[in-house]
C-alpha cells in the first residue's frame, strides 16, 4: 500500500495552481500571447507586462517580476504583441501596437482584480498612451524611452505625464533613452536602478552586482504596488 504525505499533496495542488500558463488572444492586429503567472492565494491585482521592440518577454526585468511579483498576491501576465508571436523581426507602428494590447485587455480584465498597465521601454508607452482609455488601474513604466538616444530635443514626456492613473518609472541610472535626472517633474514616481542601462544591464566594474540591480527593481515594484491598497 502506499501512503502519501498530506503536507506533499498540499504543496503538489499549490504548485499545480500557481503554475504558469499560456492562452492566445485574437486581436485586430493579429494573435497575441498571455503567460499568467498567478498569484499565490486570491489575486488583489493583475500585473500585465508588455515587452519592447528590440525583444520580448524573456527580458530581465519581466521575468524578475514575474517571478518575485505573485508571493504577494499580484498575478502577473506577460504579453507578448502579435508581431513577434507571428515571428516578425521589426516591431509596427505605435499604432498598431495599440490596437494589440487594447485587443488583450479583456482577457486582463476578466481575471477579477484591478489591472496594472505595464511594460518596458516601448511597451511602457503602450500601457501610457492607452490606460485612460482601457481604464487601467494605474502604470509600470519599466526603461521608459524619454527620448531616442542623443536626442533629447525628442521627448515623448508628453505620453509618460498623460496616463490618468498613478505611475511608476524605474529607469536605469545610465540609460541613454533618458537617464533618471532628465525626466520631468509630474505626476508619477520614479526609482532609478543605479548603473543600470536600457535592459538593466550593470557594468562589472559598478560597485553593485547584477542581482543587486534586479533586486532594485523588483523592491521597488513591490513597495509601490503595496502602496496602491
Same mark, same amino acid.
Given at each position: 500500500?502506499?501512503?502519501?504525505?498530506?503536507?506533499?499533496?498540499?504543496?503538489?495542488?499549490?504548485?499545480?495552481?500557481?503554475?504558469?500558463?499560456?492562452?492566445?488572444?485574437?486581436?485586430?492586429?493579429?494573435?497575441?500571447? =498571455?503567460?499568467?503567472? &498567478?498569484?499565490?492565494?486570491?489575486?488583489?491585482?493583475?500585473?500585465?507586462?508588455?515587452? $519592447?521592440? $528590440?525583444?520580448? !518577454?524573456?527580458?530581465?526585468?519581466?521575468?524578475?517580476?514575474?517571478?518575485?511579483?505573485?508571493?504577494?498576491?499580484?498575478? !502577473?501576465?506577460?504579453?507578448? #504583441?502579435?508581431?513577434?508571436?507571428?515571428?516578425?523581426? %521589426?516591431?509596427? /507602428?505605435?499604432?498598431?501596437?495599440?490596437?494589440?494590447?487594447?485587443?488583450?485587455?479583456?482577457?486582463?480584465?476578466?481575471?477579477?482584480? &484591478? !489591472?496594472?498597465?505595464?511594460?518596458?521601454?516601448?511597451?511602457?508607452? %503602450? /500601457?501610457?498612451?492607452?490606460?485612460?482609455?482601457?481604464?487601467?488601474?494605474?502604470?509600470?513604466?519599466?526603461? @521608459?524611452?524619454?527620448?531616442? *538616444?542623443?536626442? *533629447?530635443?525628442?521627448?515623448?514626456? /508628453?505620453?509618460?505625464?498623460?496616463? $490618468?492613473?498613478?505611475?511608476?518609472? %524605474? #529607469?536605469?541610472?545610465?540609460? &541613454?533613452?533618458?537617464?533618471?535626472?532628465? @525626466?520631468? #517633474?509630474?505626476?508619477?514616481?520614479?526609482?532609478?536602478?543605479?548603473? $543600470?542601462?536600457?535592459? @538593466?544591464?550593470? &557594468?562589472?566594474?559598478?560597485?553593485?552586482? #547584477?542581482?543587486?540591480? %534586479?533586486?532594485? =527593481?523588483?523592491?521597488?515594484?513591490?513597495?509601490?504596488?503595496?502602496?496602491?491598497?
Amino acid at each position: 500500500m502506499t501512503h502519501t504525505d498530506p503536507a506533499e499533496n498540499a504543496a503538489t495542488a499549490e504548485n499545480a495552481a500557481t503554475a504558469a500558463r499560456t492562452e492566445t488572444v485574437e486581436t485586430d492586429a493579429g494573435t497575441a500571447r =498571455i503567460t499568467w503567472h &498567478p498569484a499565490h492565494g486570491a489575486p488583489r491585482l493583475v500585473l500585465a507586462l508588455g515587452h $519592447g521592440a $528590440g525583444g520580448g !518577454v524573456e527580458a530581465r526585468d519581466l521575468r524578475a517580476l514575474a517571478a518575485a511579483l505573485p508571493a504577494h498576491g499580484v498575478s !502577473v501576465a506577460l504579453v507578448e #504583441q502579435p508581431w513577434r508571436v507571428a515571428g516578425k523581426r %521589426v516591431a509596427p /507602428a505605435p499604432g498598431t501596437l495599440d490596437t494589440g494590447w487594447r485587443g488583450v485587455w479583456p482577457a486582463l480584465a476578466a481575471a477579477g482584480p &484591478p !489591472v496594472v498597465a505595464g511594460g518596458r521601454s516601448a511597451g511602457a508607452r %503602450v /500601457a501610457c498612451r492607452t490606460a485612460r482609455e482601457l481604464g487601467a488601474r494605474a502604470v509600470l513604466a519599466l526603461s @521608459f524611452p524619454l527620448h531616442p *538616444p542623443g536626442r *533629447p530635443e525628442r521627448s515623448r514626456a /508628453a505620453e509618460l505625464l498623460g496616463t $490618468g492613473a498613478p505611475t511608476l518609472v %524605474v #529607469q536605469g541610472g545610465n540609460d &541613454p533613452f533618458g537617464r533618471p535626472e532628465e @525626466f520631468p #517633474q509630474g505626476p508619477y514616481e520614479l526609482a532609478a536602478v543605479a548603473y $543600470g542601462d536600457h535592459g @538593466f544591464a550593470v &557594468p562589472k566594474r559598478a560597485d553593485v552586482t #547584477q542581482d543587486e540591480a %534586479v533586486t532594485m =527593481i523588483t523592491d521597488a515594484v513591490v513597495k509601490w504596488l503595496a502602496a496602491l491598497g
